[in-house]
């Protein structure tokens, strides 16, 4: 009965977590506005000079109604669509909605 009157059982398996006394831990503001203030040489690169390289992954595209992912496009006017119901609702929209949500997303091709 005592060990439960003490509360919760130490697990010698469970490390807290903290972070190092040697490490400092800046936010991305701070490191801006420290390179900001440093006047480095323009070729010397910084934080916020780095290029990264394109994506391999293919983009995600989402629904052009919903905003949800969507596997599927329609052929005729372009727009992509997460289901059944969409595409049925799309069935039915005038061209000057559909001309609306296709420069939304971009796409400048007019519908026919």
Not at 4 to 24: D, E, I, L, T, Y
Request: some cysteine.
């Amino acid at each position: 009965m005592e060990a439960q009157s003490q509360g919760k059982p130490k697990r010698s398996f469970k490390k807290p977590f903290a972070f190092p006394k040697n490490c400092v831990y800046r936010p991305l503001r701070q490191i801006s506005n420290m390179e900001r203030n440093l006047k480095l040489p323009a070729e010397r690169p910084t934080y916020f000079t780095l290029n990264a390289p394109p994506s391999l992954v293919p983009a995600k595209k989402y629904s052009d109604i919903s905003g949800l992912p969507s596997p599927y496009a329609d052929p005729h006017t372009k727009l992509r669509f997460a289901n059944a119901d969409e595409y049925a609702s799309m069935q039915h929209m005038p061209s000057d909605i559909i001309n609306g949500y296709l420069t939304v997303r971009g796409y400048t091709s007019a519908v026919g």
